[in-house]
């Protein structure tokens, strides 16, 4: 079995992510989305998170445009592009064929009220130029709700990717991950892992990470 890996979104102190680092966290996210009490550029510059020695540093963007994400990824030195918004094919291509290979892409999915077979289409729309999809809760706020959704729904679907497990994910309700007949690739945590927004509570994290070590022994 694959271990799974864990995600730490809406990262936005140097101490904290060097922290992070040390306990071995696969994936650090950093938000680019002004609206996002995360907002990263608020705390640090693309120079500072460029030189964070770390191989799967994720940019999250919210319809932002191609040259936006691209100049950003660029300066910041981002290995991982989320796409948290509304964009479409079209834009996925453009904005892959310009990256070129190296960077990866995951696409979000939020999921609200939809069918299983609308959230289907949804995702069989998805270029295969994506690398993983993230499932998140539906919000107005686009993401860093703390809420979960029913993840009921992803056994009444064919996942063609490997996926990140999101929204209000914490140390109540990861014991339900057995649940689901497709394993996420990864965990993605924020908000129920806080302080206050973008000042993590490492203690909690560290608690997460063994917990998540012991549920999937078992599964
Ligand atoms: O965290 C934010 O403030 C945010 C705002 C707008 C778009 C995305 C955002 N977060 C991206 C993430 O990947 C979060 O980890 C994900 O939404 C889950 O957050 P939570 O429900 O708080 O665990």
């Known amino acids: 079995m694959t271990q799974l890996k864990l995600k730490v979104c ?5 101490d904290q992510i060097q922290e992070l680092i040390n306990l071995d966290v696969d994936f650090l996210g950093f938000i680019f989305y002004e609206k996002s009490p995360r907002y990263v550029l608020d705390h640090l510059s693309l120079k ?3 030189e964070i020695n770390h191989q799967r540093k994720v ?6 445009s191609v040259k936006g994400i691209v100049e950003v990824a660029s300066e910041a030195q981002l290995d991982i592009i989320q796409l948290h918004g509304n ?3 079209k834009f996925i291509l453009r904005l892959r064929e310009i990256i070129g290979e190296n960077i990866k892409i995951i ?3 939020r999921i609200g009220n939809q069918t ?16 993983y999809i993230l499932f998140d809760t539906d919000s107005k706020a686009f ?6 959704f ?3 729904i992803l056994n009444e679907i064919e996942i063609p990717f490997p996926y990140f497990l999101s929204g209000g994910i914490s140390t109540e309700n990861i014991h339900q991950l057995s649940t689901l007949n497709y394993q996420p690739f990864s965990l993605d945590i924020n908000s129920k892992f806080e302080i206050e927004p973008g000042k993590k509570d490492l203690e909690k994290v560290k608690e997460f990470l063994l917990l998540i070590k012991n549920e999937t022994s078992s599964i």
Request: glycine content about 12%; hydrophobic content about 25%; proline content about 4%.
């Open 87 to 89: 964009e479409d094919d």
């Open 143 to 148: 993401g860093g709700t703390g809420k979960t």
């Open 116 to 131: 299983p077979d609308e959230l289907q289409k949804t995702i069989n729309h998805q270029p295969s130029t994506i690398d």
């Open 150 to 152: 029913d993840w009921n």
């Open 48 to 50: 500072q998170i460029s």
């Open 10 to 14: 809406g990262l936005t102190k140097l």
């Open 107 to 109: 696409k979000v999915i």
């Open 59 to 64: 940019g999250v963007f919210v319809n932002e």
